[in-house]
């Protein structure tokens, strides 16, 4: 009887487990903006086998704590060209999940961007 | 100062994965700011003291320099062992100014520009857009830079334009470390700018056609291209329509070319007698492995500009998932049986919607790559009316000794005067495969040298003249490959290269890819008239 509890408990873990991994997983998604008339910043020694490849890229990964007063907030990055050529923007569960339980005081931010190069 | 950061990378490979190659050291050269030297002529001449200040170093080390810029080529063509230099943040560019045009010069002014050799295609389109121009053809992407696409021959299907290299006018050169090694070439027939704008540039002029056309496609080795000069035309815009047409008459119109008295027909691009119009651009897709009676065929018509048109590109636009690729691979490995399926299965992915229609610029027809991942690409160029010839040999190649992971097609571009172009026919047929790379395994699918080389062996054997695109895969070593393609050509390319060059730098611009196709043979006691303007 206490093995079958047991296996219950084990099974029942591994369900919510598996639950939160697979809700994890698609709430994970990412959007990419891209400049149609812009080019790249080029980066010879990027050689990751996706978009990026060849690209200069720029990652943010932080989390902006926001004051009581305060309901919103711009990142000042700076581009030698003045341009972007692209940004992506990635949403992952546990971002929402943190600035739900913070009532949206804390905020994960995970951004990479390419500039435009330079004329 | 342009400065120049040093990487002991110990293995560089190109953009689609064709190696990796060993290699000592990349450099980087970025301009200096704007801000500090506000002359675009000042910080193109302080970029040019820099390149001298590198070949120097390697002349005193006594190894070899090469340029490359977005390493679009898929073999071993922009690589060098000891130094490589990325020049892609070498990009300035400039309008032609009055006093630059030379006095017999049949060129307007206002189509002429100046461009650095790490410009990419896509910024050059943007930059002669601004100014009223359109570039005349480029390749079927924007991502290369214009020193590489000049130096490899890259070439769309432009049938009455030709590739890259045929609206190129004037090269500045920098063959060696010494003032007078910076060199600015023209064709004598065919001058376009004058001793002003060449003294602006610290070069010496040497105006000679058959040193500029042999210098043209120079597969980087006739010295650091710093510069062309390029001729656009006016704005214009592009109509492309996809079709599914009955197969014999997609390879009869290869042959012909013949528009106004063919059976394919586009509705609204017919003369006032219902005859077709010639094609900006022509391009059939062949999946080799099926026997549907039908090619997709794609036919780009030129239109006068107009401002207001709908955006030929997708707002959204989706790419294949990478690891599905390589599984698809790695399942094309195992199972060589399983690759006409998995063709099919790819065929929407990677042939463009039938009866789609779309109108833009050049630019936007042509726009980014999609795929940044491992690829190979074969491309024989056979004279056009050798193409039905040629395309029946080399699917019968693929379905006899492959199958291989690829799919076919052809396109047709005129003729170049490039000493090594190999658009060296009326009209040449780019006959391609593109596919993913394969490694052969224990399976017996044929491996990818093999392919490459049973290609040249059945040209060969069916006495049908042909070339080999130099940015793309093939057996480069197979032996008398460049004489066979190109006799006497070939001969002549090494005795401008040698006369320009000298012992010395034939050698600092030479790699492992002039020597597998023994183009590096430097040839003594030329002719010193071969280096001299021609009046």
């Given at each position: 009887?206490?093995?079958?509890?047991?296996?219950?408990?084990?099974?029942?873990?591994?369900?919510?487990?598996s639950?939160?991994?697979?809700f994890?997983?698609s709430?994970?998604?990412?959007?990419?903006?891209?400049?149609?008339?812009?080019?790249?910043?080029?980066?010879?020694?990027?050689?990751?086998?996706?978009?990026?490849?060849?690209?200069?890229?720029?990652?943010?990964?932080?989390?902006?704590?926001?004051?009581?007063?305060?309901g919103?907030?711009?990142?000042?990055?700076?581009?030698?060209?003045?341009?972007?050529?692209?940004?992506?923007?990635?949403?992952?569960?546990?971002?929402?999940?943190?600035?739900?339980?913070?009532?949206?005081?804390?905020?994960?931010?995970?951004?990479?961007?390419?500039?435009?190069?330079?004329? | 100062?342009?400065?120049?950061t040093?990487?002991?990378?110990?293995?560089?490979?190109?953009?689609?994965?064709?190696?990796?190659?060993?290699?000592?050291v990349l450099?980087?050269?970025?301009?200096?700011?704007?801000?500090?030297?506000?002359?675009?002529?000042?910080?193109?001449?302080?970029?040019a003291?820099?390149?001298?200040?590198?070949?120097?170093?390697?002349?005193?080390?006594?190894?070899?320099?090469?340029?490359?810029?977005?390493?679009?080529?898929?073999n071993?063509?922009?690589?060098q062992?000891?130094?490589?230099?990325?020049?892609?943040?070498?990009?300035?560019?400039?309008?032609?100014?009055?006093?630059?045009?030379?006095?017999a010069?049949?060129f307007?002014?206002?189509?002429?520009?100046?461009?650095?050799c790490?410009?990419?295609?896509?910024?050059?389109?943007?930059?002669?857009?601004?100014?009223g121009?359109?570039?005349?053809?480029?390749?079927?992407?924007?991502?290369?830079?214009?020193?590489?696409?000049?130096?490899?021959?890259?070439?769309?299907?432009?049938?009455?334009?030709?590739?890259?290299?045929?609206?190129?006018?004037?090269?500045?050169?920098?063959?060696?470390?010494?003032?007078e090694?910076?060199?600015?070439?023209?064709?004598?027939?065919?001058?376009?700018?004058?001793?002003?704008?060449?003294?602006?540039?610290?070069?010496?002029?040497?105006?000679?056609?058959?040193?500029?056309?042999?210098?043209?496609?120079?597969?980087?080795?006739?010295?650091?291209?710093?510069?062309?000069?390029?001729?656009?035309?006016?704005?214009?815009?592009?109509?492309?329509?996809?079709?599914?047409?009955?197969?014999?008459?997609?390879?009869?119109l290869?042959?012909?070319?013949?528009?106004?008295?063919?059976g394919?027909?586009?509705?609204?691009?017919?003369?006032?007698?219902?005859?077709?119009?010639?094609?900006?651009?022509?391009?059939?897709?062949?999946?080799p492995?099926?026997?549907?009676?039908e090619?997709?065929?794609?036919?780009i018509?030129?239109?006068?500009?107009?401002?207001?048109?709908?955006?030929?590109?997708?707002?959204?636009?989706t790419?294949?998932?990478r690891?599905?690729?390589?599984?698809?691979?790695?399942?094309?490995?195992?199972?060589?049986?399983?690759?006409?399926?998995?063709?099919?299965?790819?065929?929407?992915?990677?042939?463009?919607?039938?009866?789609?229609?779309?109108?833009?610029?050049?630019?936007?027809?042509?726009?980014?790559?999609?795929?940044?991942?491992?690829?190979?690409?074969?491309?024989?160029?056979?004279?056009?009316?050798?193409?039905?010839?040629?395309?029946?040999?080399?699917?019968?190649?693929?379905?006899?000794?492959?199958?291989?992971?690829?799919?076919?097609?052809?396109?047709?571009?005129?003729?170049?005067?490039?000493?090594?172009?190999?658009?060296?026919?009326?009209?040449?047929?780019?006959?391609?495969?593109?596919?993913?790379?394969?490694?052969?395994?224990?399976?017996?699918?044929?491996?990818?040298?093999q392919?490459?080389?049973?290609?040249?062996?059945?040209?060969?054997?069916?006495?049908?003249?042909?070339?080999?695109?130099?940015?793309?895969?093939a057996?480069?070593?197979?032996?008398?490959?460049?004489?066979?393609?190109y006799g006497?050509?070939?001969?002549?390319?090494k005795?401008?290269?040698?006369?320009?060059?000298?012992?010395?730098?034939?050698?600092?611009?030479?790699?492992?890819?002039?020597?597998?196709?023994?183009?590096?043979?430097?040839i003594?006691?030329?002719?010193?008239?071969?280096?001299?303007?021609?009046?």
């Amino acid at each position: 009887m206490t093995i079958r509890i047991c296996k219950r408990k084990n099974l029942s873990v591994l369900l919510l487990f598996s639950f939160i991994i697979l809700f994890s997983l698609s709430s994970c998604y990412s959007v990419r903006i891209v400049n149609k008339d812009g080019t790249p910043e080029p980066d010879p020694l990027n050689n990751s086998g996706n978009f990026y490849k060849g690209k200069k890229v720029h990652v943010i990964d932080t989390t902006i704590s926001l004051k009581l007063h305060e309901g919103d907030f711009y990142l000042i990055e700076k581009c030698p060209s003045g341009g972007f050529y692209s940004v992506e923007y990635r949403v992952t569960f546990g971002g929402v999940l943190l600035s739900a339980i913070t009532f949206g005081k804390k905020r994960k931010v995970k951004i990479k961007y390419v500039c435009l190069k330079e004329q | 100062m342009a400065t120049t950061t040093k990487h002991a990378i110990g293995n560089w490979d190109t953009f689609h994965n064709n190696g990796p190659f060993p290699t000592k050291v990349l450099y980087k050269t970025s301009l200096e700011g704007k801000g500090n030297m506000p002359s675009l002529i000042d910080r193109y001449n302080d970029a040019a003291t820099e390149i001298q200040r590198l070949l120097k170093d390697a002349l005193d080390k006594q190894e070899g320099f090469r340029a490359y810029g977005s390493a679009w080529s898929m073999n071993h063509v922009a690589h060098q062992k000891d130094n490589m230099h990325f020049n892609a943040e070498m990009n300035i560019k400039k309008a032609i100014l009055d006093d630059e045009m030379h006095t017999a010069s049949t060129f307007k002014r206002e189509n002429l520009f100046f461009v650095q050799c790490g410009n990419v295609i896509k910024e050059i389109h943007k930059f002669v857009f601004d100014h009223g121009k359109s570039l005349k053809a480029t390749g079927a992407s924007n991502g290369q830079t214009i020193a590489g696409c000049i130096s490899t021959g890259v070439h769309g299907s432009a049938l009455g334009v030709g590739a890259v290299q045929d609206w190129v006018v004037g090269l500045n050169l920098i063959i060696g470390p010494n003032p007078e090694d910076i060199v600015y070439l023209e064709r004598h027939t065919e001058p376009a700018l004058n001793e002003v704008f060449a003294g602006r540039i610290k070069a010496r002029v040497i105006r000679n056609d058959g040193l500029f056309n042999a210098a043209l496609v120079g597969l980087g080795s006739f010295g650091f291209i710093h510069g062309a000069v390029i001729e656009t035309e006016d704005r214009f815009l592009l109509k492309r329509y996809v079709k599914k047409i009955n197969k014999d008459l997609a390879v009869e119109l290869s042959r012909t070319l013949d528009f106004a008295n063919s059976g394919f027909t586009v509705p609204g691009e017919t003369d006032v007698n219902g005859k077709g119009n010639t094609a900006f651009h022509y391009k059939v897709f062949i999946n080799p492995y099926v026997n549907d009676p039908e090619y997709v065929v794609e036919a780009i018509y030129k239109k006068p500009y107009v401002a207001e048109y709908p955006d030929p590109l997708p707002r959204i636009k989706t790419a294949i998932y990478r690891d599905l690729i390589i599984l698809f691979t790695k399942i094309a490995e195992k199972y060589k049986n399983s690759i006409p399926k998995l063709i099919k299965v790819l065929e929407k992915s990677v042939l463009p919607a039938v009866d789609l229609e779309a109108t833009g610029t050049l630019a936007e027809i042509f726009w980014d790559a999609p795929y940044q991942g491992p690829a190979y690409a074969i491309a024989v160029g056979v004279d056009h009316t050798n193409s039905g010839k040629a395309l029946e040999l080399l699917t019968r190649l693929a379905k006899d000794e492959g199958p291989i992971p690829g799919i076919y097609a052809m396109r047709f571009v005129k003729q170049s005067r490039a000493t090594l172009a190999f658009t060296q026919f009326p009209i040449t047929c780019m006959l391609e495969i593109d596919g993913l790379i394969w490694k052969a395994k224990k399976n017996k699918i044929i491996s990818m040298e093999q392919f490459c080389k049973r290609t040249i062996e059945v040209l060969q054997a069916n006495n049908i003249p042909f070339t080999i695109h130099w940015g793309k895969t093939a057996d480069w070593s197979f032996p008398g490959l460049v004489q066979y393609m190109y006799g006497d050509k070939a001969t002549t390319w090494k005795e401008y290269r040698s006369a320009l060059l000298g012992e010395k730098g034939a050698k600092l611009f030479s790699n492992k890819f002039l020597e597998d196709t023994g183009l590096n043979e430097f040839i003594v006691n030329t002719s010193p008239e071969l280096v001299q303007s021609i009046a």
